[in-house]
């Protein structure tokens, strides 16, 4: 999963380590992270993000169920 690979990317750990429904902050991402993911995701999905949104969404499964609501 996309999402996945840019967590882990940013964490430098492996995909594999990050489970899609552990809150976000438990693997260190602050917010210096989580505008660089945002930004990511807004060049990948060519959406607009509202960063203090996708922060409320603490796991990547609930940041990617907002997503899927942006590019319905």
């Known amino acids: 999963m996309w999402l996945i690979d840019q967590v882990a990317f940013y964490l430098d750990k492996p995909a594999e380590g990050i489970d899609p429904r552990v809150e976000l902050a438990r ?36 940041l990617t169920d907002y997503l899927l609501e942006l590019v319905a």
Do not use: F, K, M
């Not at 992270?33 to 499964?61: C, F, K, M, P, W």
């Open 27 to 62: 693997y260190g991402v602050d917010s210096v992270y989580a505008i660089s993911i945002v930004s990511d995701i807004e060049d990948h999905l060519q959406v607009e993000v509202d960063v203090a949104e996708a922060r409320r969404r603490g796991t990547v499964d609930t």
